[in-house]
């Protein structure tokens, strides 16, 4: 382990010395980080949110009954996917089936996904950062070329192995599809940037409140699966000619809301986990090195406030060092102050939320 922190330590003294080296291997990564969180993204939607079940019925001679036999095809995704599929119901409610059969569905909800982004791309753009609203459109395009290219017309496709393996266990389809849609919006959080769509407003609301993010999507996405769910009651422009009931019933629509309130759970606590940009800690640092805090001031951009104390056991004078640092950094402040004084004690406490001057480093 010697030779790969020599090795790490000469590539951040040639990278700090090079910005030019440094600017494009970081973009180089983001791009990477992108890429990966869009694939997830597409390929858990299609594999758990909205699989082809026609192509899954055909798997196998167990399978005869399988979509007769599913109460739920379809369930409501979140965010700017979610109102996509709004609009793909309204589209039906009004006839327009041709937008919406089996060979455009693909395509025309991919596009609608684009089109809803479109103005929350805008709010990124000039309210959070020109270079956060780059990498979330790319993330947007990535999402709508991989939508468009993982297959899943085909009973042999590995998306539909998937589904039909699932079986008709809605649960687990809403804790995979959370799981997928929790690591993705994740990655691009940590290099400041978003999947894009509601992220967008949560990633500001959070950058403005310096909360945490996954809650304040959820609430958002409430109100996108409530609309699905009632939208998904009303008959089509067809059953109103034929006196016929909407495609899903009320108890039906009720289960597909219950089973998101579910989705949005998992995944406001798999990205509350997995991202820890906004989330604060504070150090409380006892030492009797008198000049360590400012140490911790050169290592991070936080003060820190000294309080003389004394020991109870050994009665000797100590400095009593409180700071608040993010989780982050958590770990830096701690190799730092030991290794300058290595008998300092030193208690890390969770923090909910900072008023204040708190140091953030400002997004690109």
Not at 69 to 83: Q, Y
Request: glycine share 6%; aromatic share 14%; hydrophobic share 45%.
């Amino acid at each position: 382990m010697r030779w790969f922190k020599h090795l790490k330590k000469k590539t951040i003294d040639y990278l700090f010395d090079h910005p030019i080296q440094r600017e494009i291997l970081n973009n180089a990564k983001y791009i990477i980080v992108t890429c990966i969180s869009a694939f997830i993204f597409a390929f858990g939607f299609k594999c758990f949110i909205q699989p082809n079940y026609d192509a899954v019925a055909q798997i196998g001679e167990a399978s005869e009954n399988f979509v007769q036999n599913l109460e739920i095809k379809t369930l409501a995704s979140c965010g700017a996917s979610g109102i996509s599929q709004i609009f793909i119901s309204l589209l039906k409610i009004c006839g327009v089936t041709f937008l919406t059969d089996n060979f455009y569905f693909n395509l025309t909800y991919w596009a609608l996904y684009v089109l809803v982004n479109v103005p929350l791309l805008f709010l990124g753009f000039f309210k959070v950062g020109k270079k956060f609203a780059i990498y979330t459109l790319l993330n947007v395009i990535l999402t709508f070329v991989f939508g468009i290219l993982l297959p899943n017309s085909s009973p042999d496709d590995i998306i539909n192995q998937i589904t039909f393996a699932l079986g008709t266990d809605v649960f687990a389809r809403v804790a995979f599809g959370a799981l997928t849609t929790g690591i993705a919006s994740s990655l691009v959080y940590i290099i400041n940037s978003t999947a894009g769509g509601i992220d967008i407003i949560a990633f500001y609301i959070g950058e403005r409140k310096g909360v945490t993010i996954g809650k304040r999507s959820a609430l958002i996405n409430v109100i996108v699966v409530g609309t699905f769910s009632i939208l998904s009651t009303i008959p089509l422009k067809q059953d109103f000619i034929d006196h016929e009931m909407g495609s899903v019933a009320f108890s039906t629509a009720f289960v597909i809301f219950i089973y998101m309130v579910f989705y949005m759970i998992f995944t406001s606590v798999v990205v509350d986990t997995l991202n820890t940009k906004n989330k604060k800690v504070e150090l409380q640092i006892f030492t009797a090195y008198e000049n360590l805090s400012q140490i911790i001031i050169a290592n991070v951009p936080h003060g820190c406030t000294i309080i003389p104390g004394k020991g109870g056991y050994t009665g000797n004078n100590v400095y009593v060092i409180y700071v608040s640092v993010s989780k982050r950094e958590t770990k830096q402040v701690v190799k730092v102050c030991r290794e300058a004084d290595p008998k300092c004690f030193i208690n890390v406490l969770p923090m909910n939320q900072v008023f204040g001057r708190f140091f953030k480093h400002p997004i690109e």
